[in-house]
Nanobody, 120 residues
Framework: QVQLVESGGGLVQAGGSLRLSCAASGSFLRLATMGWYRQAPGKQRELVARITSGGSTNYADSVNGRFTISKDNAKNTVYLQMNSLKLEDTAVYYC??????????????WGQGTQVTVSS
């Protein structure tokens, strides 16, 4: 299976920046799409950004132009650079991946989440 470990969350003032990282490890042949979701209190989990194995990206409208997703294939790590943070970006951020396991089956993984809190 695949283990995803997030880091980089924390408390930041509105207008500030944070960079989240997510490292994947385990027994997989390759990683396909990796991405970030978030869930704010009382709200449903929503897609923030994702990146395919070929490097194509897409973003939620609410973060487009402020957040950038990238990856380091050699490190099996995906990043989320978050700039111009707003109060409404406060949420638990979850890393996700689609991976092909050694058995040839697909696996959808989730990290445990990292808290991002934006203060005024």
């Amino acid at each position: 299976q695949v283990q995803l470990v997030e880091s980089g969350g924390g408390l930041v003032q509105a207008g500030g920046s944070l960079r989240l990282s997510c490292a994947a490890s385990g027994s997989f042949l390759r990683l396909a799409t990796m991405g970030w979701y978030r869930q704010a209190p009382g709200k449903q989990r929503e897609l923030v950004a994702r990146i395919t194995s070929g490097g194509s990206t897409n973003y939620a409208d609410s973060v487009n132009g402020r957040f950038t997703i990238s990856k380091d294939n050699a490190k099996n790590t995906v990043y989320l650079q978050m700039n111009s943070l707003k109060l409404e970006d406060t949420a638990v951020y979850y890393c996700t991946c689609n991976a092909v396991l050694g058995t040839g089956t697909w696996y959808d993984g989730w990290g445990q989440g990292t808290q991002v809190t934006v203060s005024s």
